[in-house]
């Protein structure tokens, strides 16, 4: 699997397959996604996106297909295994632990904390203070860029809807992923905060992480995407960029409906 | 009554080690656990009849507590992975079958008859001034650390709340709380004196429904329609209920320091008085540390949603292991000193109540809150000797009516809380209200 100019790809799914009861909700789909690109996937609702996502984050087990990430197959990890492996993905609705404060929500996020083997907290406590301090100044300059920094001692739960959403990217972040997928950044959020969603996501993208986006707002879409696939009632339909795709005689049926 | 405290503070350090373990379990995790009292029973069982068999003490009660953790391990193994609600039921079924084991098995563990006369630790122990002076001054610091939780909680509550306000509304408090301690006093001393007396029970008990309901009523009116009116309402309540601590501390705290003066007048509970004050002073202090550490963070996330602790990476099954073996643990402690201090262990010690009264003691003082779980402890314990006690002289009702009216209460007031103060008396409100 080599695209045109030779990349090999950061993420690559061959011929997944899930169903739930009679409902196919992925059927055969695969998916590509290019090391520096900013990748979206849309479709109408129901078409199985989040699935997909849920499907290549291993939340979700599925009947057939591979997936393989950065040059290994991931078919055999879980969950976590996907985060620590550089991959790492939000929910279409905003999920914040509400009851920890901004800031703990940030820490929580970044990998290889000495502090989270409970005998490190007494035989390396300096090492644990070391990377909690380190870790700190690293959210608050996340949470700086997104204009949260001056909530971070509050609780998540006190964000608003579009905030969370914000949270919840920042959060990401501090994974220090190769790959983030987000499920619909720009949904419930208000115009001028969409726009500056996306201009962080530019920005990250330029400092070479790497995006794949589900997202009905076609304007984010043609603004930010390098390339677009889209699925409907679970399988694919086309790929291309996204002008290719807004020329798209089926992917317009799609939407439209029949 | 030098004797009784001295065994009132080693059942509180128990029920308050005990009621951590459920803490970190539940009020951190998110684990429901319906069967904390096995891991007791295991600690017990294990430390008592390796002691006996001529174990080290110490060895036996790390051995104990360390099965007691195994038995998390099983137990975690088989159903974490589970739905949450397995857990829960499975931990209900082991703990009722450990019992039935303890009855059946008489070859290991004497049934019913109950394992007697095994040693107990510093019981031999005849320190000379020195050593007795030493173990003064470190039940001194303890309870000096303790004090000085109490004033940084009340530093916090009075922040920013003007010295006029605290004043007056912390001498409205005091006087509220005073008249109200008095009056429930006068009328017990009352009610003694007419139950001594020829006064037919039920008039008895009718007058003192009457009497208590009046009361309440009163009080409560008075608290919603005049004490929370005045200013610094809260902060009065935190200096008083402060005030109370430094008094009654003090007064425990007298008779803790002599009996560990005067060691020989009864060697064996003042040597496990000194060694549980000790035990739950340590557990306490590394407990505070973990929960506050990145491990702590990482159980709180998985209380409230364990598939975003995951999509960020964390193991949750490994950490939710952790979480009940240690609890665990802790438990298996609690139960050498309970076992200690009862000196026999009987499998009816381990009934499905105890476990409840752990449940009690952690919503009593507020889920996820180390302090409130010892608080928790200290007035669940206090309420049960008193009412113990007390009630026989006053209430008009038999010895075993008695005690499921003792456990009603219980279950009237943790309503009550659960009204007035859902999040327990030292929850956080905002971890509750806060949704998703
Ligand atoms: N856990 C589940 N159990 C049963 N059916 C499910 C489950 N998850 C998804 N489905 C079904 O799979 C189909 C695809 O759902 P999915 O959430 O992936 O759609 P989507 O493309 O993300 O839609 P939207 O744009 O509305 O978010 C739907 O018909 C849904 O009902
Ligand atoms: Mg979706």
């Known amino acids: ?37 900013i990748t979206g996937l849309i479709g109408p609702n129901g078409a199985g996106k989040t699935t997909l996502f849920n499907l290549l984050c291993r939340f979700v087990q599925p009947d057939s297909g591979q997936i393989i990430f950065d040059g290994v197959s991931i078919q055999h990890l879980q969950p976590h295994d996907i985060a620590q492996q550089g991959m790492v993905r939000t929910f279409q609705v905003a999920r914040v632990l509400s009851k920890l404060s901004v800031m703990e929500n940030m820490l ?46 509050d609780y998540a739960g006190a964000l608003s809807g579009g905030q969370r959403k914000l949270l919840e990217i920042a ?28 201009d962080h996501i530019l920005r990250w993208n330029q400092e070479g992480l790497t995006f794949l986006i589900i997202e009905h707002n076609m304007d984010v879409v043609m603004s930010l995407c390098d390339r677009v696939w889209v699925l409907a009632e679970g399988r694919n339909l086309a790929s291309g960029t996204p002008t290719e795709i807004q020329q798209n005689a089926q992917v317009l049926e799609a939407y439209l409906g029949q | 009554m030098e004797g009784y405290i001295v065994s009132l503070i080693i059942f509180t350090a128990t029920f308050a080690l005990f009621g951590l373990g459920l803490n970190l379990q539940w009020g951190y995790t998110g684990l429901i656990n319906f069967g904390h009292v096995a891991f007791m029973a295991v600690g017990a069982y294990t430390t008592t009849l390796l002691s006996l068999s001529g174990v080290p003490l110490i060895l036996a009660t790390v051995l104990g507590a360390g099965l007691a953790a195994a038995l998390g391990l099983l137990i975690g193994l088989s159903t974490l992975r589970l739905r949450e609600d397995y ?44 050593v007795r002076v030493g173990m003064v001054m470190v039940l001194t610091l303890v309870v000096g650390l303790g004090f000085w939780q109490v004033w940084v909680w009340l530093q916090q509550r009075l922040k920013g709340v003007p010295r006029q306000a605290i004043t007056t509304s912390s001498l409205a408090m005091l006087g509220y709380l005073g008249s109200l301690g008095l009056l429930l006093y006068g009328v017990g001393v009352g009610a003694s004196q007419l139950k001594i007396s020829d006064l037919p029970d039920w008039a ?10 009046g009361i309440g009523w009163v009080y409560l009116w008075l608290g919603d329609r005049v004490l929370s009116q005045l200013p610094g309402a809260t902060a009065g309540l935190a200096v008083a209920s402060g005030a109370f601590c430094l008094v009654f501390g003090v007064w425990i705290y007298r008779f803790a320091a002599s009996a560990l003066y005067h060691y020989s007048r009864n060697p064996s509970k003042t040597g496990l008085m000194f060694l549980s004050v000790l035990l739950v002073a340590i557990v306490f202090w590394a407990l505070q540390r973990l929960v506050r550490s990145p491990w702590g963070r990482v159980l709180k996330a998985i209380r409230e949603d364990e598939e975003v602790a995951k999509a960020l990476g964390k193991p949750v099954f490994w950490y939710k292991l952790q979480s009940l ?43 996820g809150n180390n302090v409130g779980t010892l608080l928790g402890a200290a007035l669940f314990l206090t309420y049960e000797n008193l009412t113990r006690f007390v009630l026989q002289d006053i209430i008009p009702l038999s010895d075993s ?20 103060r859902p999040q327990g008396i030292l929850g956080k409100k905002e971890e509750l209200t806060l949704g998703r």
């Open chain 1, 1 to 37: 699997m080599v695209d045109s100019h030779g990349r090999q790809p950061l993420l690559a799914a061959n011929a997944l397959s899930k169903s739930f009861g009679g409902i196919r909700a992925v059927d055969n789909a695969s998916l590509e996604v290019l090391p520096g690109s």
């Open chain 1, 108 to 153: 929580l996020a970044a990998q290889h904390q000495a502090g989270e083997r409970f005998w490190n907290v007494w035989l390396r406590s300096s090492t644990v203070r070391q990377q909690e301090r380190e870790q700190r100044e690293q959210a608050s300059a996340i949470l700086e860029s997104v204009g949260l920094a001056h909530m971070a001692q």
């Open chain 1, 171 to 198: 959060r990401a972040l501090m994974v220090r992923p190769k790959l983030v997928l987000l499920d619909e950044p720009a949904a419930g959020v208000n115009p001028t905060l969409i726009n500056q969603i996306c």
């Open chain 2, 87 to 130: 857990l829960a039921i499975v931990t209900i079924g082991v703990s009722e079958m450990l019992r039935l084991v303890a009855v059946n098995e008489e070859w290991l563990t004497r049934g019913t008859f109950g394992i007697q006369r095994f040693p107990l630790p510093l019981a031999t122990l005849n320190p000379r001034l020195p």
């Open chain 2, 204 to 213: 008895l008990g009718l007058g003192l429904l009457i009497t208590v309901i």
């Open chain 2, 325 to 367: 073996m240690l609890g665990g643990f802790i438990a298996g402690l609690a139960g050498a000193l309970y076992a200690w201090q009862l000196t026999t262990v009987y499998p009816d010690n381990f009934r499905p109540q105890i476990t409840f009264n752990a449940w009690t003691i952690v919503v009593l003082g507020g889920a």
């Open chain 2, 401 to 420: 009516q008695l005690g499921a009216f003792r456990i009603m209460v219980i279950g009237l007031l943790l309503m009550v809380l659960m009204v007035w």
